[in-house]
């Protein structure tokens, strides 16, 4: 198991109140891959560096986890097809 950070952009459209719903999806991606979440950390809603298609803002999640580096690549392509994640960035943090 390798550390990981992982910055994902939310759906912008997603309202408030559901937010914490998608966050909850995120990390159970997570954990159903067999690995352990250890913090989550809602930045809010933030306005873009760039437009990503027709979005111009969108709610900022870092998450701190533990993940097999094999399930990371399966992890990242769920990423690539979800409507609630806009962009996202999985960084190893630990050295090897």
């Not at 954990?31 to 250890?38: A, D, I, L, Q, Y």
């Amino acid at each position: 198991m390798h550390e990981y950070e992982l910055v994902v952009v939310m759906n912008p459209d997603i309202a408030e109140e559901d937010v914490p719903a998608a966050i909850e999806r995120v990390t159970s991606a997570v954990t159903s891959r067999g690995g352990e979440v250890v913090e989550v950390t809602p930045w809010g809603r933030r306005k873009l560096a760039y437009p990503i298609g027709r979005h111009t803002e969108g709610n900022y999640v870092l998450t701190q986890m533990r993940l097999d580096p094999e399930r990371a690549h399966e992890l990242e392509g769920g990423f690539a097809i979800s409507d609630d994640i806009v962009r996202h960035l999985l960084i190893r943090t630990d050295e090897d």
